[in-house]
């Protein structure tokens, strides 16, 4: 099993920056394929970002390209992502996921395990 626990979200301005963290529980971790999905009101959940098992292969969704970075440190068991010139359009739920098995890293079907989620809430 699996545990993932977000933190780090709040409130920011636009232009400002938040990090995100992922706390995994489980040995595997490692061998995860991690990633960053958000949700808005009334809005379908959403990729942001997505991490290989290396921590080598980074992918964003096209909205955050530039903004955001994704990354991992295996040896704390812990997904970061870095936001920065934060939009408003950027607030949302943000979930972290983790799948065991090779996956469409974009595909929130493809993830077997999420977080309870973090806000972030961006004021214009």
């Known amino acids: 099993q699996v545990q993932l626990v977000e933190s780090g979200g709040g409130l920011v301005q636009a232009g400002g920056s938040l990090r995100l963290s992922c706390a995994a529980s489980g040995r595997t971790f490692s061998s995860q394929l991690m990633a960053w999905f958000r949700q808005a009101p009334g809005k379908e959940r959403e990729f942001v970002a997505a991490i290989n098992r290396s921590g080598l292969i980074k992918n964003y969704a096209d909205?955050?390209?530039?903004?955001?970075?994704i990354s991992r440190d295996n040896a704390k068991n812990t997904v970061y992502l870095q936001m920065n010139s934060l939009k408003p359009e950027d607030?949302?739920?943000?979930?972290?996921a983790a799948s065991l098995r090779p996956a469409i890293y974009y595909n929130l079907n493809e993830y077997g395990y999420w977080g309870q989620g973090t806000q972030v809430t961006v004021s214009s």
């Open 63 to 69: 909205s955050v390209k530039g903004r955001f970075t």
């Open 91 to 96: 607030t949302a739920v943000y979930y972290c």
